[in-house]
């Protein structure tokens, strides 16, 4: 049994290690892709909403696969999968690297990244606002499961259900954001749906009808996930070309890390006040952190017209 455990540790951060720089290349790859750069930002959200909606639904899928087919069966097929994941790659054409004329060692560059973070307010209020969401609402949805048992009184059915609303909200996030304009203010987006966020899950929070509260979580799910990928999307476009890499590493370290710790002290939380309190406490800081985008949005915009009247 410990040997089977020091396995499984052993897997995980192998795993971890690849993530560490297969998920910045693969983001950062979504913007060469692309020929015509007015349309980056519908292929960045298109490729984060459809990571994260693999990320809620893979779990569902896989259960219903296990139980049908048996682990060793769905091992086989996902590492089949990866066939066609390299495939894909092999086929791709894109630019020519050039290297830069004079390669800097790993750690310089690694510096260059935090300052060029520190010195762009723009890309540092992103970075700041993500880990903030990731540690204090996101992890709402490691509470699912105590709604399902404790609050509606259910079985592994009424989690998928609820599991379920998530998912819809994330794809109904997904065609509203492919769908956007390129000349759409992504900043304005992005705070409107943190307000979405925060009021989907202050409404969910207590509601002790089933339907309602699937309703509301779905809309919650819209506003998580068009929010969190509008952030990407703003990383990609914005970001020089020569630091896209470093600051998506960035992003991924801050998310990553943010995340596990939010599910720590949500379940905390939820043990000293009670999973419906945990939920309702979640949408009012999502709200408040709606308030710093707005404000955000308000300097940047004013930052712009000085700007403009400057230049003319």
């Known amino acids: 049994m410990a040997a089977r455990r020091g396995g499984g540790h052993h897997r995980a951060e192998r795993l971890g290690i690849i993530n560490a720089f297969d998920v910045p290349a693969r983001q950062s790859l979504v913007y060469d892709l692309v020929d ?3 349309d980056v930002p519908n292929a ?3 490729n984060s909403t459809l990571l994260n909606l693999c990320k809620l639904l893979g779990p569902a899928v896989a259960g219903f696969a296990i139980e049908q087919l048996g682990a060793a069966a769905c091992f086989g097929l996902n590492a089949l999968s990866f066939v066609a994941v390299i495939g894909s790659l092999l086929a791709l ?3 020519a690297y ?5 390669p800097k060692a790993l750690l310089g560059e690694l510096a260059e990244g935090f300052r060029y973070v520190r010195d762009t307010p723009g890309i540092r209020f992103i970075i700041s606002a993500v880990g903030l969401m990731a540690l204090l609402v996101l992890p709402f949805t490691a509470l699912m499961p105590v709604y399902a048992k404790d609050v509606f009184r259910g079985t592994a059915t009424t989690f998928g259900l609820l599991d379920g609303a998530i998912g819809l909200g994330g794809v109904g996030a997904a ?8 000349s759409a203010g992504l900043g304005k987006v992005m705070t409107i749906n943190t307000f979405v966020l925060g009021v989907g899950l202050l409404l969910f929070a207590y509601t002790p009808w089933f339907w309602p509260a699937l309703a509301f979580l779905a809309v919650g799910a819209f506003g998580m996930m068009a929010q969190t990928t509008i952030n990407v999307t703003l990383l990609q476009t914005t970001v020089l070309p020569a630091m896209r890499g470093r600051v ?3 992003y991924v370290l801050v998310y990553t890390t ?4 939010g599910s720590l002290l949500v379940g905390a939380a939820s043990e000293r006040i009670g999973v419906q309190a945990t939920v309702l406490a979640e949408g009012a800081l999502a709200l408040l952190i709606g308030l710093l985008y707005w404000r ?3 300097h940047t915009r004013a930052a712009a017209v000085l700007l403009a009247a400057g230049g003319s």
């Open 296 to 298: 955000n949005l308000r």
């Open 93 to 95: 054409r894109l630019p």
């Open 44 to 46: 960045v959200a298109l």
């Open 98 to 102: 050039v290297a830069p004329p004079h």
């Open 36 to 38: 015509d750069k007015q």
């Open 248 to 250: 998506i590493s960035l």
């Open 258 to 261: 943010a995340l596990p710790l």
């Open 175 to 182: 065609l509203y954001l492919t769908s956007l304009p390129p």
